[in-house]
């Protein structure tokens, strides 16, 4: 099933584009995370830390709300965003 990822700050200039469109067939944040990670290797170590788990100040928002659990199930539908901290004064 197809599915697009939102990337924003640094995460897009990184990626170059801020929609990628991603395939899974398994209905996961973390298998949706997983295949974006496998398109875009230059956001790995920017996302995950060195244990391969999602870096605390990345958020992974779905339908706009903030998520921690990866295993949540997750449709076509779905809007997914990845954001960096931000900051600015």
Do not use: C, K, Y
């Not at 944040?29 to 870096?55: F, I, K, M, P, W």
């Amino acid at each position: 099933m197809s599915m697009q990822w939102r990337l924003f700050a640094d995460l897009r200039e990184r990626a170059g584009t801020d929609t990628v469109e991603v395939q899974t067939n398994v209905m996961t944040v973390q298998a949706a995370l997983d295949e974006l990670l496998s398109q875009h290797e230059e956001l790995e170590t920017r996302v995950l830390d060195e244990d391969g788990n999602v870096q605390d100040h990345i958020n992974i928002l779905v339908n706009g709300e903030s998520i921690s659990d990866l295993d949540a199930q997750i449709s076509a539908d779905d809007e997914l965003a990845l954001f960096p901290p931000v900051s600015g004064g």
